[in-house]
């Protein structure tokens, strides 16, 4: 006998903490497990905006949470690939105190494409370390005090390491998009020079003329030269 799985009560039960975001990065679904850790009840959360839900500490200028992970969804919206992150501090508000709560977490986040390669949700998965965090402290200050200072200019020397390379990966993505663009409309001026016996110039033009007419991108009226000539 087949058992058809109800996945929606399996994400529910999932032991890891899991947001969904749609790719406006508004909040469409919660487990259970980050409803605890969030302290937060879900039915406060969808249909909210990510960082209108999980803010900064208001008036902290050092709080990175929000930056760092909005750059690596916006990166996993570029790429279509999973992002891991460093460990980020990423402080919440206790709903009981008031209070702002040091926080910190290992976070990853994944795409959900659908059958066009599309990203249709973002799933965030987030692993507390926050007691290990704070006891690597005490431990590091027991030792040598010195070595919070120190330890703190690594953290943040991380987080400028990761950002950087997160910027150069995107920086790298786009020149590749680019640069498959650019061989696409190479084509297609090609087949036209052939077939309508114009010079590149006048192939361009064509080109061109034929993407402002139909308001489509000079790199799709490309590539529909190109495949129709393959057909």
Do not use: C
Request: glycine residues 4%; without cysteine; aromatic residues 6%.
């Amino acid at each position: 006998m087949t058992t058809s799985i109800d996945y929606e009560a399996l994400f529910d039960a999932a032991p890891t903490p899991y947001l969904v975001l749609s790719p406006d990065l508004v909040v469409v679904g919660m487990n259970r497990a980050r409803e605890e850790v969030a302290g937060r009840r879900r039915e406060e959360v969808i249909g909210k905006e990510l960082f209108e839900a999980f803010p900064d500490p208001p008036g902290d200028e050092r709080a990175s949470g929000v930056r760092n992970l909005r750059a690596s969804l916006e990166r996993v919206l570029a790429t279509r690939r999973p992002d891991t992150m460093p460990v980020q501090q990423y402080d919440l508000l206790d709903p009981e105190t008031g209070e702002w709560v040091e926080r910190w977490w290992s976070p990853v986040n994944v795409p959900v494409l659908d059958d066009d390669g599309e990203v249709v949700w973002l799933v965030h998965r987030v692993t507390e370390v926050t007691e290990w965090m704070q006891l690597r402290k005490r431990r590091q200050q027991a030792t040598d005090p010195t070595l919070d200072e120190s330890d703190s200019d690594l953290y943040t020397r991380a987080q400028e390491l990761h950002t950087a390379w997160m910027q150069a990966s995107s920086d790298v993505e786009h020149f590749r998009v680019a640069m498959q663009s650019q061989r696409i409309i190479g084509q297609a001026v090609g087949l036209l020079m052939a077939k309508l016996g114009v010079d590149a110039e006048g192939a361009f033009a064509l080109l061109a003329k034929e993407s402002q007419y139909s308001n489509t991108k000079l790199r799709d009226v490309a590539a529909q030269h190109v495949a129709r000539h393959t057909r």
